[in-house]
């Protein structure tokens, strides 16, 4: 079955600190990993995506297949990243993603 | 172009009721998804559109739910009998195919059953 796993509800870190959310997922075979972000009132938006291998907005993230791991991150936080951040599956041949739980991140000045 | 739009922004209904929910996704795009968002629950896939066929419907709860797409356009998400755990953000998304495209989202319909 496929699953994400983000383990972190909440992640609270300074402005200027690195972040890293994580994302694990289960799939037996070669899945296709997205991060989407929803900022306070805006609709959920494509952030990045693995197969594209680009740094959008500072963020990078690495598809792990050994440790089944995609997690995104940033060296140096900055006020305006503080949204929701939802790790996606979507599996070769099927159109929808899966979700991870998401993650809450605040950057404090 | 415009983007992904949805209607009601909220909606309030009675247990018992129906409610239809509406979808106007980004013109040109053949791929439509609903998904709903709730709490404790994440975002959870409910069915996928390919054209005005529904190739995956696998995400519905139940059989209170049912969707359809017209004309390669409009998608309404119909929910009869409704329950106070339909209680979610419904939201759609579309994509210029199905697959590992983008999808892009509406702002969704907060549903309230009471």
């Known amino acids: 079955a496929q699953r994400v796993t983000q383990p972190e509800k909440l992640l609270s870190v300074f402005k200027g600190a690195p972040v890293e959310l994580k994302c694990n997922y289960s799939?037996?075979?070669?899945?296709?990993l997205f991060w989407y972000v929803q900022y306070s009132r805006q609709r959920l938006q494509l952030l990045l995506r693995?197969?594209s291998r680009e740094s959008i907005k500072g963020f990078t993230a690495d598809l792990n297949k050994g440790e089944t791991s995609f997690h995104l991150k940033k060296p140096f936080a900055q006020e305006e990243d503080s949204a929701m951040y939802y790790c996606?599956?979507?599996?070769?041949?099927?159109?929808?993603?899966?979700f991870g739980q998401g993650t809450r991140l605040t950057i404090n000045p | 172009g415009a983007g992904v739009s949805q209607s009601p922004s909220n909606k309030v209904t009675e247990k018992g009721k129906d409610v239809e929910l509406r979808c106007d996704p980004i013109?040109?795009?053949?791929?439509l998804y609903w998904y709903r968002q709730s709490l404790g629950q994440g975002l959870e896939f409910l069915i996928y559109?390919?054209?005005?066929?529904?190739?995956?419907k696998s995400g519905l709860p139940s059989d209170r739910f049912s969707a359809e797409r017209t004309g390669g356009s409009v998608s309404t998400l119909t929910i009869q009998r409704t329950q106070q755990e339909d209680s979610a953000v419904y939201l759609c998304?579309?994509?210029?195919?199905?697959?590992?495209?983008?999808?892009?989202f509406g702002p969704g319909t907060r549903l309230t059953v009471t």
């Open positions: 998304a579309s994509s210029f195919e199905g697959g590992p495209y983008e999808q892009y």
């Open positions: 799939y037996s075979g070669s899945p296709e």
């Open positions: 693995h197969i």
């Open positions: 996606a599956l979507s599996s070769p041949g099927a159109q929808k993603l899966v």
């Open positions: 013109s040109g795009h053949t791929a």
């Open positions: 559109f390919q054209g005005n066929s529904a190739p995956d």
